[in-house]
């Protein structure tokens, strides 16, 4: 039971990654039917383009900044900023930062929001009013800007709207939102957006990313430039992921739970370091985003009223101050920004409150009834027999009958080491009385008398 609990558990972190990736649908395979998609060098620079998914933090802002550097001293002629992302969890000095970085670069920026269904909203979304050139793919929506971060902060006829709410292709195109002309079928893919820089000149850099080639039959192929794109690392994908909230929800509540565990076994096995692993990717995901510190605290103090009942092994009072202070420190554990509420899903919710209620309200107690517990019936067959001291009786302990451990006490006082055998003298409840097996006292009782003749008896 407590590996089943534990399995549900672990199946939470990977619905938490499911609720993250399934915020960053992969961009539309379809290229536009007059190109080719034979890899032609055309002789032109490479255009650059990052891929930015999930909420905008310090990984992500810090990669920006980098794609910008490599760009500006690199062969790109143009770097496309690729947007899915509903808010930023940096602040707002730092987004003023980004901002200037974007709007000052020495390349051309474009920013594409896709592919279908993508979203840049929260202060993220100004960002578009900072690049050289702005165009979405039909389904994607942009809005809810909150305050400006500068004065030039402008959207068209759509700015005031877009503070509160947002808009489709479709309407902020007709609005004056985007910087680009392009058709009313917008830039479904990012090979679109390419093309559509083509002519263009930004910062006085005229951009030449796309070439019309007359095949032999008379047709036209529009052929683009190579296309660069660029990814987080391994390590700055994984701790990225982990700022995510169900991702640092998960890991949170697993570290924990795994670390009880833990606790209530002998010496530290994998499920500590596991837990170890698990709470500090937990508290770094934490540290990037914002949170309530009183229900973090709830969610802590949730496991010490656990621990009180698992320790006897049975769900009682505490279990239920447990899973109340639990479950309302996992609601109100993320706030709202940027008009988005953090707040993981349900299917998030209820995978973490059901794994931790079937933890310790079935897998935990029963394990420790499992490993303390000691047979209570027959217990006067163990008088006489021979077992080992799990530690040092002295004059207090606990020694091992065959596969149970029993509280033990010494016979008369006499110590007996951890690891040396003892002989079971007597019961007194459930705490056995024990001897060394070798030179333990003998009372008056077990004396020999001695005979007339000064020979000695023994007692029958």
């Known amino acids: 039971m407590r590996r089943l609990a534990i399995l549900f558990l672990l199946l939470g972190s990977l619905l938490g990654f499911a609720d993250v990736s399934s915020a960053s649908p992969r961009p539309a395979s379809t290229p536009p039917t007059d190109t080719n998609d034979e890899n032609v060098d055309l002789g032109l620079a490479p255009v650059d383009v990052l891929q930015i998914s999930g909420l905008l ?5 810090d990669e920006v900044g980098q794609a910008i550097e490599r760009a500006e001293s690199g062969d790109a002629q143009a770097l496309i900023l690729q947007i899915n992302s509903k808010a930023s969890v940096i602040g707002r000095d730092a987004m003023k930062d980004l901002y200037a970085e974007i709007r000052d670069a020495g390349v051309p920026i474009a920013i594409w929001v896709g592919p279908s269904g993508a979203r840049a909203t ?17 389904g994607a929506r942009i809005g809810k800007t909150g305050v400006p971060l500068f004065d030039d902060v402008s959207f068209g006829d759509a700015t005031d709207f877009l503070r509160t709410g947002t808009l489709g292709f479709q309407d902020a195109r007709r609005q004056g939102a985007l910087k680009l002309e392009i058709s009313d079928e917008g830039a479904p893919t990012i090979r679109n957006m ?28 529009n052929d683009i430039t190579t296309v660069r794109f660029q990814k987080l690392g391994l390590v700055a994908q994984m701790f990225h992921t982990a700022a995510s909230p169900p991702v640092a ?10 670390l009880v565990f833990e606790f209530f076994t002998a010496g530290i096995g994998v499920a500590g370091l596991v837990g170890a692993v698990c709470l500090l990717l937990g508290f770094y995901g934490l540290g990037e985003l914002p949170d309530r510190g009183w229900a973090l605290g709830l969610i802590v103090f949730s496991m010490v009223a656990f621990s009180v009942d698992v320790q006897v092994g049975i769900p009682r009072f505490w279990t239920g101050v447990g899973l109340t202070s639990f479950v309302v420190g996992s609601w109100f554990l993320f706030p709202t920004i940027d008009q988005h509420n953090l707040r993981p899903s349900w299917l998030t919710l209820l995978v973490g409150v059901g794994g931790i209620a079937l933890t310790f309200i079935s897998g935990m107690p029963s394990m420790t009834r499992t490993r303390f ?15 080992r001291a799990v530690t040092d009786i002295t004059p207090d302990g606990a020694v091992q009958i065959g596969s149970a451990r029993w509280k033990a006490r010494t ?34 009782r077990e004396r020999r008398p001695k005979a007339a003749d000064g020979a000695t008896t023994t007692e029958s």
């Open 57 to 61: 933090d310090h990984i992500v802002a």
């Open 249 to 258: 929800y998960l890991f949170l509540i697993i570290g924990l739970a795994l």
């Open 194 to 221: 390419v093309f559509a820089l083509d002519g263009l000149t930004l910062d006085g850099i005229e951009l030449d990313t796309a070439v019309e080639t007359l095949n032999d039959d008379g047709t036209v192929s």
């Open 411 to 444: 016979n008369r006082a006499t110590p007996v080491k951890a690891g040396e055998s003892a002989r079971v003298t007597g019961i007194d409840g459930v705490v056995l009385e024990v001897e060394p097996e070798t030179g333990g006292a003998r009372d008056y």
């Open 373 to 387: 517990a000691t047979p209570t019936i027959g217990r006067e067959k163990l008088i006489g027999q021979v077992g």
């Open 122 to 138: 929260g202060l993220l979304a100004q960002l578009l009013s900072a690049a050289d050139a702005t165009g979405m793919a039909p």
